[in-house]
């Protein structure tokens, strides 16, 4: 299996290899930078497909291991997530058309030029309602990206989001079994994203910019709840060295997509007592790993979301 995670700049790649019935080895960890800017609006290029298509040719020329199938994830802002609260005792078929309603209008006349899936999140004992996470993207991306990755032999058969993946990795690797309200942020130098889990629930998801003003810009927002509000507030207050701890999470992890960005290297090397990173390849090592940009957690924390999508598929992990 081979996984691949799009960022804005780069995509990483990772071969998962089978041994035994139950066993896999991490043949190859890698990273490629990408030679356009892979963001929303470049789904109006018709050059796009051909120009991932070299990518994945690249990719392919790399692999130790003969292998077609392909999971990719992608960044979130091509995504659209918002949280939906049903009202409890409706039937399975009138929750269903809720939610498409909710959707069509939220979205408009492109909903119907878009893929959309509706999860059904964990509900509070008191409330009374069903939460469910509605995600949505461009169909005509999942064209693309199947059509670039043909001439590479790869078929692609799930479509997943870095930050999700990245936080299924933390935690499957980390002990945040025993925190109720953690956090995943993925750190920009210009857009930042943060994933909530509460409870081992997603909760909340995020984007938002820091101002030259030491304000910050929510610029999208899956839910109305204050929590997300609450901890960018406590992380701009953080720029400034003005706390310590992230008093409205139990803990917050972090990583980047660009190690070399100013802003991620200035937040390593803060004293944090609740806050921190990971590294993907504490527990599985792979038998080739790119380290063209260090050893340190700093430079490993990159390839978060492709582990993520490796324990997807690794069982008892």
Partial sequence: MICASISKHFICFGQLVKEEE??????????????????????????????????????????????RNLVVSIPSNWADLVTNKIDIGLSDKDVKEVLEWNTTKRLGNVAE??????????????????????????????????????????????????????????????????YNKWGVWLV????????????????????????DDLKFSVISNSSPDS?????????????????????????????????????????????????GTVDPFSVYKPLNLYKDDGEGIGAMCQFLDIMGLMLRIMPGS
């Fill in 113 to 178: 030029n878009k893929f959309i899936q509706h999860y059904p999140l964990l509900q509070d004992l008191d409330s009374v309602f069903n939460n469910y996470l509605t995600v949505s993207y461009f169909k005509e991306l999942g064209k693309i990206l199947v059509k670039a990755a043909q001439p590479a032999g790869f078929s692609i058969n799930t479509l997943d989001i870095n930050i999700f993946s990245a936080a299924n990795a933390i935690e499957k690797l980390s002990s945040v079994g025993k």
């Fill in 227 to 275: 929590l997300g509000e609450e901890v960018i507030l406590e992380l701009n207050a953080m720029k400034t060295l003005s706390n310590d701890r992230v008093d409205s999470l139990d803990y917050l992890f972090f990583y980047c997509h660009d190690v070399d960005s100013d802003f991620f290297n200035m937040l390593l090397t803060y004293e944090v007592e609740n806050m």
């Fill in 22 to 67: 139950s066993s896999f080895s991490i043949e190859v960890v890698g990273k490629k930078s990408l030679p356009f800017i892979f963001e929303p609006s470049k789904i109006n290029d018709p050059q796009l497909h051909k120009e991932l298509e070299k990518v994945f040719l690249e990719v392919r020329a790399d692999l130790p291991v003969p292998d």
């Fill in 188 to 211: 920009g130098e210009e857009r930042q994203i943060l994933l909530l889990v509460d409870s081992g629930e997603f909760f909340q998801y995020l984007e938002f910019e820091f101002t």
